[in-house]
């Protein structure tokens, strides 16, 4: 139905191949990669068992082959030739990241319900700081990147109180500006907006909001977009922002240049990503200030300090719900994406249509989040018709949820040492860790580093599911996170899933065990509406 409508709306529906991050590099069970190293359109085609077809439109460019002797090999050479990412800053890893909107005192009053409740954040991002539009697809931000005080009051001083509590205060940008915005015309004023065949300013549509997009190969525009995010957003005192789209660059567009929108398309995420880090970088803010992107093309992990999987929809569906996180988390990692991650509950949703967040999917969706590197909701874009982290009903198991990721800090931030270092994924295909494992293994489940197996659940309505243990040397074991279980490893199992207790398991000569172990002490978070151990409510 999603499709549906934005296929109607704006010719944008999608499938389930379909992508914001298109990179023409494939990497082989038989340990190489093959990468091109031009723009231009290509279409990577593995439907013939006999040979690979690389088509690439107009000329191509370079074709790099590398060979390794062993698939974790290979991925560290393809993250080595790409470029891989920095290590996060802690505060993002030790705690949640929660996001409110709609001006000063809703989010306040969210904030002390998670107090309340003992939720541990480090963050809350307000995605509406520059303010708000209201469309028929919900309350959207308006593109216009300056802090909206009247909708925000005294945020800026909220920044400096709230830092001193350890909190930080996340953003929102991309690199298109509202037509009704000041910083519309003044780009367009400076001839700093993608142009189109007749050489006005090429307007493009997002459901009901009109606007342009800055030419990222106009040098000025560049430096002028640059400035931007570097004295609205980080001087004011943001700890980060959703550096969102950068794929939507028309293909008839005329750019600074000379180059036509089909030859700098798929380049337009990677300086997109580059302009992002400059600011950060020349504000002194690089291992402090988190920008997270979701487009991508080759050399945006050189750039980007984190992925995040996108738009998903308030389901379970495998095409954009909270499978395709599980599967896009751990493919991205195959090609330098050190980091990623996804909003907890996801985000498309439309009411009217049925497509709405469940306390079911938020609870799964975040007991997910656990095992990876960033835990970040989104209230989505029908706020009122999805159930949020703040809720009555959900608030005390959410929290539980949120102090289970932040007993897992330093195994996280260990992992993601090693990873930048090693050049492999935070969350890694399970072949990554066992290239030797006598019985294939299921792309359904992953390794978090590797002393960590993660199987989350998916399915609505499930209760349990199937878990592929691996080989493990010598009298090592498997031990299972939340009971301290020991099995066996090289056996398929049916593992039972309680709500907030996805299969999880921990090598046992794993020397973050006693990290491991806190899980099963109850977590204790004291209400007025009860108390909440390991997930479970009593009165």
Same mark, same amino acid.
């Given at each position: 139905?999603?499709?549906?409508?934005?296929?109607?709306?704006?010719?944008?529906?999608?499938?389930?191949?379909?992508?914001?991050?298109?990179?023409?590099?494939?990497?082989?069970?038989?340990?190489?990669?093959?990468?091109?190293?031009?723009?231009?359109?290509?279409?990577?085609?593995?439907?013939?068992?006999?040979? #690979?077809?690389?088509?690439?439109?107009?000329?191509?460019?370079?074709?790099?082959?590398?060979?390794?002797?062993?698939?974790?090999?290979?991925?560290?050479?393809?993250?080595?030739?790409?470029?891989?990412?920095?290590?996060?800053?802690?505060?993002?890893?030790?705690?949640?990241?929660?996001?409110?909107?709609?001006?000063?005192?809703?989010?306040?009053?969210?904030? %002390?319900?998670?107090?309340?409740?003992?939720?541990?954040?480090?963050?809350?991002?307000?995605?509406?700081?520059?303010?708000?539009?209201?469309?028929?697809?919900?309350?959207?931000?308006?593109?216009?990147?300056?802090?909206?005080?009247?909708?925000?009051?005294?945020?800026?001083?909220?920044?400096?109180?709230?830092?001193?509590?350890?909190?930080?205060?996340?953003?929102?940008?991309?690199?298109?500006?509202?037509?009704?915005?000041?910083?519309?015309?003044?780009?367009?004023?400076?001839?700093?907006?993608?142009?189109?065949?007749?050489?006005?300013?090429?307007?493009?549509?997002?459901?009901?909001?009109?606007?342009?997009?800055?030419?990222?190969?106009?040098?000025?525009?560049?430096?002028?977009?640059?400035?931007?995010?570097?004295?609205?957003?980080?001087?004011?005192?943001?700890?980060?922002?959703?550096?969102?789209?950068?794929?939507?660059?028309?293909?008839?567009?005329?750019?600074?240049?000379?180059?036509?929108?089909?030859?700098?398309?798929? %380049?337009?995420?990677?300086?997109?990503?580059?302009?992002?880090?400059?600011?950060?970088?020349?504000?002194?803010?690089?291992?402090?200030?988190?920008?997270?992107?979701?487009?991508?093309?080759?050399?945006?992990?050189?750039?980007?300090?984190?992925?995040?999987?996108?738009?998903?929809?308030?389901?379970?569906?495998?095409?954009?719900?909270?499978?395709?996180?599980?599967?896009?988390?751990?493919?991205?990692?195959?090609?330098?994406?050190?980091?990623?991650?996804?909003?907890?509950?996801?985000?498309?949703?439309?009411?009217?249509?049925?497509?709405?967040?469940?306390? %079911?999917?938020?609870?799964?969706?975040?007991?997910?989040?656990?095992?990876?590197?960033?835990?970040?909701?989104?209230?989505?874009?029908?706020?009122?018709?999805?159930?949020?982290?703040?809720?009555?009903?959900?608030?005390?198991?959410?929290?539980?949820?949120?102090?289970?990721?932040?007993?897992?800090?330093?195994?996280?931030?260990?992992?993601?040492?090693?990873?930048?270092?090693?050049?492999?994924?935070?969350?890694?295909?399970?072949?990554?860790?066992?290239?030797?494992?006598?019985?294939?293994?299921?792309?359904?489940?992953?390794?978090?580093?590797?002393?960590?197996?993660?199987?989350?659940?998916?399915? %609505?309505?499930?209760?349990?599911?199937?878990?592929?243990?691996?080989?493990?040397?010598?009298?090592?074991?498997?031990? #299972?996170?939340?009971?301290?279980?020991?099995?066996?490893?090289?056996?398929?199992?049916?593992?039972?899933?309680?709500?907030?207790?996805?299969?999880?398991?921990?090598?046992?000569?794993?020397?973050?065990?006693?990290?491991?172990?806190?899980?099963?002490?109850?977590?204790?978070?004291?209400?007025?509406?009860?108390?909440?151990?390991?997930?479970?409510?009593?009165?």
């Amino acid at each position: 139905m999603t499709t549906f409508v934005a296929d109607s709306q704006e010719n944008a529906g999608g499938d389930y191949y379909t992508t914001y991050y298109a990179q023409p590099t494939f990497v082989s069970s038989r340990n190489y990669f093959c990468h091109h190293e031009g723009t231009n359109y290509a279409v990577l085609d593995f439907s013939d068992d006999n040979f #690979h077809e690389f088509f690439v439109y107009k000329r191509p460019g370079k074709f790099t082959f590398r060979v390794a002797d062993s698939l974790p090999s290979t991925v560290q050479s393809v993250s080595r030739f790409l470029g891989n990412m920095p290590e996060l800053p802690d505060w993002i890893q030790e705690k949640a990241i929660v996001a409110v909107q709609g001006g000063t005192d809703r989010m306040k009053q969210k904030c %002390e319900i998670g107090k309340k409740f003992g939720v541990p954040f480090s963050g809350v991002w307000i995605q509406d700081w520059s303010g708000q539009k209201h469309t028929p697809f919900g309350d959207r931000v308006f593109w216009n990147w300056k802090w909206d005080k009247n909708h925000y009051p005294e945020l800026d001083q909220i920044i400096k109180d709230w830092a001193k509590d350890g909190i930080r205060l996340l953003g929102y940008i991309n690199p298109n500006l509202d037509s009704s915005g000041d910083l519309f015309k003044e780009a367009a004023s400076k001839g700093y907006l993608v142009k189109n065949s007749t050489g006005g300013v090429y307007l493009r549509r997002s459901i009901t909001l009109i606007f342009g997009q800055v030419d990222l190969t106009n040098p000025d525009a560049y430096n002028w977009y640059k400035n931007v995010i570097k004295t609205n957003m980080i001087d004011l005192g943001l700890g980060g922002w959703m550096a969102d789209f950068g794929e939507y660059l028309a293909v008839d567009a005329v750019l600074a240049d000379g180059r036509t929108g089909m030859e700098a398309h798929n %380049e337009w995420p990677v300086l997109w990503a580059k302009l992002n880090r400059e600011a950060v970088e020349e504000s002194g803010k690089l291992g402090e200030v988190v920008f997270y992107t979701r487009s991508g093309f080759s050399g945006t992990t050189k750039y980007s300090t984190l992925l995040w999987n996108g738009d998903q929809n308030v389901d379970f569906s495998l095409d954009d719900g909270v499978r395709s996180a599980l599967y896009s988390s751990v493919g991205s990692g195959m090609n330098g994406n050190t980091y990623s991650h996804f909003d907890i509950g996801g985000y498309t949703t439309f009411g009217r249509f049925g497509l709405v967040r469940t306390k %079911e999917l938020l609870l799964r969706s975040a007991e997910f989040a656990v095992f990876t590197s960033v835990f970040r909701t989104h209230e989505g874009n029908e706020i009122a018709s999805n159930v949020q982290w703040y809720d009555d009903q959900v608030t005390a198991e959410f929290a539980t949820q949120a102090k289970h990721f932040a007993l897992l800090a330093d195994y996280r931030k260990a992992v993601g040492k090693e990873s930048v270092s090693s050049g492999l994924p935070t969350m890694r295909m399970m072949s990554l860790v066992f290239p030797t494992n006598p019985e294939p293994l299921p792309y359904d489940q992953y390794m978090f580093g590797t002393d960590l197996l993660v199987a989350p659940i998916y399915m %609505e309505s499930a209760t349990n599911r199937q878990v592929t243990l691996p080989a493990l040397p010598g009298d090592h074991t498997w031990v #299972h996170i939340w009971s301290g279980q020991t099995l066996q490893g090289l056996q398929t199992i049916q593992a039972e899933a309680p709500m907030g207790q996805p299969p999880v398991y921990y090598r046992s000569d794993s020397q973050f065990a006693s990290t491991f172990q806190k899980l099963r002490t109850p977590v204790d978070t004291a209400t007025n509406s009860g108390q909440v151990v390991n997930g479970i409510i009593g009165k």
